[in-house]
Structure formats: structure tokens, C-alpha cells
């Protein structure tokens, strides 16, 4: 038997039904903030991640799948949605006209290779969101919003943001110097991956899975510490606007994200205090980076397995529905007709109906109206179809009626 591989997972059954479950709510909260769905492709040179999301982060040095393909083009499974859609963005120039935001989102597969465990996929899935042309620090709250309801609408009620800022370019460069000056004389009590993040990516020891607890780590210089005057202010007022929204939000000064393009806010959704069900923030040289206009952004991206996987933990009742509308029972081959026609237009009126693909006799067919959980049933019967009469009734309360099949329709409105 060939079997899936490490780290994927079969999407089926109620599961499946959960996440269309989830994909609406999702989809819906996405309307109310003026957002549209996009698509991008699984694939993309790997140059557009290795600038996108830094060349020294964990995600590119360890964590792609990547790919020579067969016209020696190399490419790289998208690890996550941003760098994909800012590519979106710039190459089909969605920029031409900014005098309004340009707000998107998506729910797609990401691949990333890491060690799978719970909640730890090397394909999964992301909700994500990302707004381009404001700079305004309301998009940074309204961004925050967006996924902070996402969460709450989904029943996951204990949910803390966890805030930082990097502030600006200015206050960034001065922090990671200030780390690199401190980190220097314990260069030989980090990791192995440490000591090389100290020349690469300074800010990266901060939330080191090996060396995270220790004291070198916990004393280090703060990123607000080191914000300048407009960073600093910009950090108030967003905090202002979180308290009058009346977001439950927590500052981590350790907290300073995964990859490279992250300036101003940072911030992550976690429940319990566990590992984070989402991440996002500001990203305003990224657009540039990548070869657009500077255009500055903020965005987000929600785990969507591990969401569901909280939901189930926090025992969140999703609804699914394991019942049908009709099921259309035929005495004999010649009522076949009338079922299909009839399935059609109940169909067509909204109505969920099953009838009998497999030939079996009535007996089977009347077992398999309980299997499906069917609210009406209807027995075809050439002996009262000649006066256009059909069978219609209630699996639950047991009540028999006989209609005029012109009628059914009228009737199931009413009804139901
Ligand atoms: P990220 O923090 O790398 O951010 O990923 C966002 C979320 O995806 C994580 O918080 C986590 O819940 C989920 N996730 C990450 N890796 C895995 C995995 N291997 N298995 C299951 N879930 C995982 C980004 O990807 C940014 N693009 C977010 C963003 C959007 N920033 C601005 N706009």
C-alpha cells in the first residue's frame, strides 16, 4: 500500500464538514472588514522566499521544499502566504490605483519541512489576510481586530494577543546592535544555531527553542526599550486603540517573529498560553524588497489546523449536518423517471435528497432513509402517479399525507 506522506494529512468525513464549517464563518467575518479572496499558486521561484522572508531565517535555511523542476527552473513550495501575495500584488500592478487600501486574503496549503508533531504539520493550512497601502496605525488595530473576532467567532473565547513592536527601520538597526553588543561576550553559553544567528539575525536568539529559557536569553535588551520617539507613540496608539476595541492583548517583548520583513507592530494569537495559533504584523519594506513601489502592509496568518485542533480541545461544538432533506423511495424500475426529475427540482429549490442509485429493492431503500437521517420521505407509486398523487412523509413524526406532486414543492416550503 503506498501511503501519505510525514507530516500530511487526508481530509475527510465530519473532519471535512468541520472545516467547511469554519471556511464560511471565515470567509464571512472576511466580508464584513471589505477583504476579497485571492489565490496563489503552490509554486514560486525560490528567490521570491529567499528575499521575501530572509535569506538567514530558520524557514529558508531549514525548512523549504525545494525543487529543481524539469526545465532546471528553482523552485520552492510556498512555506507561507505573504511573499506569494505581495508577488500577486506587484505583478499584476494592483497598486495602479491606491487610493483605497487593497485588502485580501486566502486559505490555502503551506509546506514547510519540519518536525511534524501536534499542531506541527509539514503540510498545513493558513488563513491569512494582508491589507497594502496604509500606513495608518488604525489598519495595524483593524488587522489585530480581524483575526482577534476570527477567533472569538469560532467559540475559542480565553484567546490572548501577544503585542511587541520593532518600531522603524532606525529603531530596529540601533536594537539589533544593541543585541549583537550583548549577546557577544555569552557567545560560547548559546547553541550551536545561535551563534550563528548572532551574526545573521541577532533578534532570532530572542525566541531560540533550545536557549529560549535561559537567563542570558530573559535579560536581554527589550526591542521597546530601543524604539524611537514616532515608533514609541505609534506603539501607545495602538495599544489605545486595542483598549477601546476592547481586545485582550498582552505585551511580549520577546516576542519578535520568524521572518525577516517585520517592522512596527509583531503580535501573535495564542490560547492557554500554548503554541501560537497565528502571527502577524506590519510589514512596510517588503513590497519593495520585492521589486514594487514602497507600499507599506499588514497582515496576518492564522494556523488554521491548529485553530480546529483548540476548538476540539476547548470542546467547541461545530455543527454539522448529518441529515438530509428527501429521500425518494420507487416502488419499481418504471417510477425511476419521476425520482430523477423530481431529485432535479427539489435540488434545484434548495432541498438536500437522496434516492436509491444502486437498484435494491424497497425494503433496502426504506433501511437507508433512517442511514441518512432523512426529515421526509417519499414513496413513487405508478398506481397514484397516473392522478398525479405522490406519498409524502414526516420520518419523525410518522405522519403519512398524500399530496399532488405539483404541490411537493409548496408543500416542503411550508413545512420545513
Ligand atoms: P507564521 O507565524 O510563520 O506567519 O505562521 C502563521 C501560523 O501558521 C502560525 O502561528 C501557526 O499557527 C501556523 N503554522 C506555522 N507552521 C506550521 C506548521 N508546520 N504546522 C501547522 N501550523 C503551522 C506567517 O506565515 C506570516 N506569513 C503571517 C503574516 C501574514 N504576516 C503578515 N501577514
Known amino acids: 500500500m503506498i501511503t501519505k506522506q510525514k507530516g500530511t494529512y487526508d481530509i475527510y468525513g465530519d473532519n471535512a464538514k468541520k472545516r467547511q464549517y469554519v471556511n464560511e464563518i471565515l470567509a464571512t467575518l472576511c466580508e464584513k472588514y471589505n477583504y476579497t479572496y485571492i489565490e496563489t499558486p503552490v509554486f514560486e521561484s525560490s528567490e521570491l522566499f529567499h528575499r521575501g522572508v530572509g535569506e538567514a531565517t530558520d524557514m529558508v535555511q531549514k525548512e523549504t521544499y525545494d525543487f529543481k ?151 536581554a535588551p527589550k526591542t521597546i526599550d530601543y524604539l524611537n520617539k514616532e515608533s514609541s507613540e505609534r506603539f501607545a496608539k495602538l495599544q489605545e486603540l486595542l483598549d477601546l476595541m476592547d481586545i485582550n492583548y498582552e505585551i511580549d517583548t520577546m516576542l519578535v517573529r520568524g521572518l525577516d520583513y517585520y517592522n ?60 438530509i432533506d428527501v429521500y425518494l423511495l420507487y416502488v419499481s424500475e418504471s417510477e425511476k423517471e419521476t425520482a430523477a426529475y423530481l431529485a432535479q427540482d427539489l435540488r434545484l429549490n434548495g432541498y438536500i435528497v437522496e434516492n436509491d442509485l444502486l437498484n435494491r429493492s424497497l425494503k433496502a431503500q426504506f433501511k437507508s432513509v433512517d442511514r441518512y437521517n432523512s426529515k421526509y420521505l417519499i414513496i413513487l407509486n405508478d398506481e397514484k402517479l397516473t392522478n398525479n398523487e405522490i406519498t409524502i412523509k414526516d420520518n419523525k413524526t410518522k405522519e403519512e399525507e398524500t399530496i399532488d406532486i405539483n404541490n411537493l414543492i409548496d408543500y416542503l416550503n411550508m413545512h420545513m
Open 69 to 219: 523542476d524539469r526545465g532546471d527552473r528553482n523552485l520552492t513550495l510556498r512555506p507561507e502566504g505573504t511573499a506569494g501575495v505581495v508577488r500577486l500584488f506587484i505583478e499584476n500592478k494592483l497598486y495602479g490605483n491606491m487610493s483605497e487600501p487593497v485588502k485580501v486574503f486566502y486559505n490555502e496549503k503551506m509546506y514547510r519541512y519540519e518536525r511534524p508533531q501536534t499542531g506541527r504539520n509539514r503540510e498545513f493550512t493558513q488563513w491569512g489576510f494582508e491589507c497594502f497601502g496604509s500606513n495608518d496605525v488604525l489598519s495595524d488595530a483593524e488587522c489585530i481586530s480581524l483575526a482577534y473576532n476570527a477567533y472569538k467567532l469560532l467559540g475559542l473565547e480565553n484567546i490572548t494577543i501577544k503585542l511587541n513592536s520593532l518600531g522603524d527601520n532606525e529603531s530596529r538597526l540601533k536594537y539589533k546592535e544593541e543585541l549583537v553588543n550583548y549577546f557577544k561576550p555569552h557567545i560560547n553559553e548559546l547553541c550551536e544555531d545561535c551563534k550563528n544567528r548572532l551574526e545573521k539575525n541577532p533578534l532570532r536568539i530572542l525566541d531560540c527553542k533550545v536557549d529560549g529559557d535561559s537567563e542570558i536569553i530573559k535579560n
Open 264 to 323: 512596527h507592530t509583531v503580535f501573535e494569537v495564542v490560547l492557554d498560553n500554548s503554541y501560537a495559533l497565528g502571527g502577524g504584523g506590519r510589514y512596510n519594506g517588503l513590497v519593495e524588497t520585492l521589486g514594487g513601489p514602497s507600499i507599506p502592509a499588514v497582515g496576518f496568518a492564522m494556523g488554521y489546523d491548529r485553530t480546529i485542533l483548540a476548538m476540539e480541545e476547548n470542546n467547541i461544538n461545530i455543527p454539522i449536518n448529518d441529515s
